[in-house]
């Protein structure tokens, strides 16, 4: 189980991905599980963060672990109220069985980090072994690391607690891919993701302050400002979206879902180099060709998302 390789995306947490990659090493299918992801929210201003807009974007619907359970019946089951010691227990119950166990922990104590033994930040890492020593063996998605050790030591500091699998009960049923993508249609459109994306656009185009972005980033860095995660997690959860098309596309062998997919995978690109757009604007202040273009961007992507939900009404 140490060699399990996890699939990275940007939507995908240090939660998700190492229950998603494990599924996909095991064979099984998990695909459905982004079926309802699809979807954009433009909050309120963050008092704490004023004319900044970053704060106030929210991915969509970050509800794999519902649909895990729903559609392949995936129990993903929490344990906190419990000591380090029966934390411990868990794991090395579940490893011998060969399952992984995430736990909750910080990456003051996470080696494979550059915040190891510098900064207090809230983590999950994905147990896969356990050695002689009592020590872990962890994988993670973010930051990216296929094998370290953590030190029993540092497991006894920091954990909380922890996520066990079981796949014991796990089924693939047939479904109406109909109902199952309008649903996630209208779930989006009742959420109204699509006017929020384009209040978002407008609230760009009108009102896009560099230096309330910045001071929502750690240190000023660019890198670190809430704009920019959060649109590459909305190109990720696009990617995801596309994923979910493709599958029906292939399973129900279906030429105009594969080709939407192929459509919404191109929506994901424009996030992405938009995402890369407003970085090196962040960088670049003078450039104002820069923002002009990534405003059009936009204005083309939230056009091309609201056409999208009306095609995929009419299948």
């Given at each position: 189980?140490r060699n399990?390789?996890?699939?990275?995306?940007s939507?995908?947490?240090?939660?998700?991905?190492?229950?998603?990659?494990f599924?996909?090493?095991?064979g099984?299918?998990y695909r459905l599980a982004f079926?309802?992801i699809?979807?954009f929210?433009?909050?309120?201003?963050d008092?704490?963060?004023?004319?900044?807009?970053g704060?106030?974007?929210e991915e969509?619907f970050?509800?794999?672990f519902?649909?895990?359970?729903?559609?392949?019946n995936?129990?993903?089951?929490?344990h906190?109220?419990?000591?380090?010691e029966?934390?411990?227990?868990?794991?090395?119950e579940?490893?011998?069985?060969?399952?992984?166990?995430?736990?909750?922990?910080?990456?003051y104590?996470?080696?494979?980090?550059?915040?190891?033994?510098?900064?207090?930040?809230?983590?999950?890492?994905?147990?896969v072994?356990?050695?002689?020593?009592?020590?872990?063996?962890?994988i993670?998605?973010?930051?990216?690391?296929?094998?370290?050790?953590?030190?029993?030591e540092?497991?006894?500091e920091?954990?909380t607690?922890c996520?066990?699998?079981?796949?014991?009960?796990?089924?693939?049923?047939?479904?109406?891919?109909?109902v199952?993508?309008?649903?996630?249609?209208?779930?989006?459109?009742?959420?109204?993701?699509?006017?929020s994306?384009d209040r978002?656009?407008?609230?760009?185009?009108?009102?896009?302050?560099?230096?309330?972005?910045?001071?929502?980033?750690?240190?000023n860095?660019?890198?670190?400002?809430?704009?920019?995660?959060?649109?590459?997690?909305?190109?990720?959860?696009?990617?995801?979206?596309?994923?979910?098309?493709?599958?029906?596309?292939?399973?129900y062998?279906?030429?105009?879902?594969?080709?939407?997919s192929?459509?919404?995978?191109?929506?994901?690109?424009?996030?992405k180099?938009?995402?890369?757009?407003?970085?090196r604007?962040?960088k670049?202040p003078?450039?104002?060709?820069?923002?002009?273009?990534?405003?059009?961007?936009?204005?083309?992507?939230?056009?091309?998302?609201?056409?999208?939900?009306?095609?995929?009404?009419k299948?």
């Amino acid at each position: 189980m140490r060699n399990f390789p996890l699939i990275f995306n940007s939507e995908l947490n240090c939660i998700s991905s190492p229950i998603i990659s494990f599924m996909a090493w095991k064979g099984l299918e998990y695909r459905l599980a982004f079926s309802y992801i699809w979807g954009f929210s433009f909050n309120d201003e963050d008092q704490a963060y004023p004319g900044a807009l970053g704060p106030r974007i929210e991915e969509g619907f970050n509800n794999i672990f519902e649909c895990l359970s729903y559609f392949y019946n995936v129990e993903i089951n929490r344990h906190y109220d419990i000591g380090t010691e029966e934390i411990y227990q868990l794991v090395k119950e579940e490893t011998s069985k060969g399952m992984p166990v995430i736990i909750f922990t910080d990456m003051y104590n996470c080696v494979w980090t550059n915040l190891f033994k510098k900064v207090h930040l809230n983590h999950s890492c994905t147990v896969v072994d356990l050695d002689k020593e009592r020590n872990l063996f962890c994988i993670d998605s973010a930051p990216p690391c296929d094998g370290a050790i953590m030190k029993i030591e540092d497991f006894h500091e920091s954990c909380t607690g922890c996520l066990t699998i079981n796949l014991d009960k796990y089924k693939d049923s047939e479904i109406d891919w109909r109902v199952i993508l309008h649903n996630a249609v209208n779930r989006a459109n009742k959420n109204e993701a699509f006017s929020s994306l384009d209040r978002f656009v407008n609230s760009f185009k009108s009102s896009f302050d560099l230096e309330a972005e910045l001071k929502t980033a750690h240190g000023n860095d660019p890198h670190n400002a809430h704009i920019i995660w959060r649109l590459l997690r909305i190109s990720g959860g696009r990617t995801l979206f596309s994923i979910f098309l493709e599958y029906l596309g292939e399973k129900y062998n279906n030429i105009e879902l594969l080709n939407f997919s192929k459509e919404f995978k191109s929506i994901s690109d424009k996030w992405k180099i938009n995402h890369a757009l407003v970085l090196r604007y962040m960088k670049n202040p003078e450039n104002k060709d820069i923002l002009n273009r990534i405003s059009n961007n936009f204005s083309i992507i939230s056009e091309s998302e609201a056409k999208m939900a009306d095609k995929l009404l009419k299948l």
